[in-house]
């Protein structure tokens, strides 16, 4: 493997994968959760995208550059059933949306936040309420009591992650742009049956 000059001088390695990189798990990896109690593994993240399905997406905006409009309509067009949650819309991407989690007829499988971070608690108390398996609160979303409260009453919680990206990470995306996915392997995973 060749190497070049890089920033201030510093070796640049041509490999695709280094090991300082795989230690970080790529995209998201530099994050602060990823060295404390609430760290997930890339073996949970992807466990929970293969199994749950039915994700309510708190925030969700109508507007086409906000980043919940574009995870959401990635999701859709992955098979994943998304319901928007925000009071000031009544519709988003065609589909109904609810002002909270309470009122989504069939409940969710997993909660995703784009919500500030103070928002989180409130937010935790509804997934907990409507029986959601996963809390999932996306990039630059923190709340560590409030993921105390979520573990507590029995769901998984992933902090600091963005839903989108950590799909395209492991079915395939993130790599064709050249971004180190973490996932070392020359195939693409097969998506669930059924999707």
């Keep these: 493997m060749g190497s070049g000059s890089g920033i201030e001088g510093q070796p640049v390695s041509h ?3 280094s090991f300082g990189d795989f230690l970080q798990e790529g995209v998201g990896g530099s994050s602060p959760v990823n060295q404390g109690r609430f760290a ?3 073996a949970d993240r992807l466990r929970i995208l293969e199994k749950y ?3 309510a997406m708190v925030g969700l905006s109508s507007n086409p550059f906000r980043p919940s409009h574009f995870a959401a ?3 859709l067009a992955e098979g994943y059933d998304v319901i928007p949650v925000n009071p000031r819309e009544s519709e988003v991407l065609g589909r ?3 002002p909270s989690l309470a009122a989504i ?4 499988e997993v909660v995703d936040i784009f919500r500030e971070s103070a928002a989180v608690p409130a937010i935790v108390e509804e997934a907990i309420a409507i029986g959601a398996k996963v809390v999932w609160m996306q990039l630059g979303v923190i709340h560590e009591a409030a993921a105390a409260r979520a573990e507590e009453a029995g769901l998984e919680v992933v902090m600091d992650r963005c839903m989108k990206i950590e799909h395209a990470r492991f079915f395939g995306g993130l790599n064709t742009i050249g971004l180190n996915t973490a996932v070392i392997s020359s195939r693409r995973r097969a998506r669930p ?3």
């Design 15 to 17: 490999c695709a994968v």
């Design 40 to 42: 997930k593994t890339a």
């Design 53 to 55: 399905h039915r994700i």
């Design 73 to 75: 309509i990635y999701l």
């Design 96 to 98: 109904k949306s609810y």
């Design 105 to 108: 007829p069939d409940g969710a």
């Design 193 to 195: 049956a059924g999707r």
